[in-house]
T-cell receptor
Framework: NAGVTQTPKFQVLKTGQSMTLQCAQD?????MSWYRQDPGMGLRLIHY???????DQGEVPNGYNVSRSTTEDFPLRLLSAAPSQTSVYFC????????????FGSGTRLTVV | EDQVTQSPEALRLQEGESSSLNCSYT??????LFWYRQDPGKGPEFLFT???AGEEKEKERLKATLTKKESFLHITAPKPEDSATYLC?????????????FGTGTKLQVIP
């Protein structure tokens, strides 16, 4: 099992550019989420999905879109990058049963200049 | 609004010097409290889930405990490889599994 795989690991964007952060999991988890992590702040939920075809907004959704066409994949799209979106982004997945917490990917460090 | 406060922000220990990390939380009703470990440049790694006051979980040199307002992560005789940031998170009993609030973490450094 690879777990949760995120690509790319690093990205620099210019203000106004768009891009997609990729996330894939091979554990057949129902729940998938995108978080951003900024210095001095806890992980904040951007968007989440409870299954293929079902997505919803989290705490900080503005400027981001998601879709979930398969159980495995949950890409995050930045529509028009802004410097405020400079952050480290984590994708996470979780089974709907059992006592385990989320399995996180290794993150994408995004800089918007 | 659910809140999680972790203290101290940073902790420096000598190898073998036991200590505890604190996670204070406010939640209307607790479904679960989670502890994660995060190494630099990596994603958080799940350690424990605690569900009710009085519950304890152990893993190697780590023991997590839970009261109605706090959780403690006790580190016994730490080693340099225990150096990491430890995150606490709470999930309320209302809302779905995505409704998790994270603390900002305690950065632990264990010196040989």
């Amino acid at each position: 099992n690879a777990g949760v795989t995120q690509t790319p690991k690093f990205q620099v964007l210019k203000t106004g550019q768009s891009m997609t952060l990729q996330c894939a999991q091979d554990m057949n988890h129902e729940y998938m989420s995108w978080y951003r992590q900024d210095p001095g702040m806890g992980l904040r939920l951007i968007h989440y999905s409870v299954g293929a075809g079902i997505t919803d907004q989290g705490e900080v959704p503005n400027g981001y879109n998601v879709s979930r066409s398969t159980t495995e994949d949950f890409p995050l799209r930045l529509l028009s990058a802004a410097p405020s979106q400079t952050s480290v982004y984590f994708c996470a997945s979780k089974t709907g049963t059992g006592s385990y917490g989320y399995t996180f990917g290794s993150g994408t460090r995004l800089t918007v200049v | 609004e659910d809140q999680v406060t972790q203290s101290p922000e940073a902790l420096r220990l000598q190898e073998g010097e036991s200590s505890s990390l604190n996670c204070s939380y406010t939640v209307s009703g607790l479904r679960g409290l989670f502890w994660y470990r995060q190494d630099p440049g990596k994603g958080p790694e799940f350690l424990f889930t605690l569900y009710s006051a009085g519950e304890e979980k152990e893993k190697e040199r780590l023991k997590a405990t839970l009261t109605k307002k706090e959780s403690f992560l006790h580190i016994t005789a730490p080693k340099p490889e225990d150096s990491a940031t430890y995150l606490c998170a709470v999930q309320p009993d209302s809302g779905g599994y995505q409704k998790v609030t994270f603390g900002t973490g305690t950065k632990l450094q264990v010196i040989p």
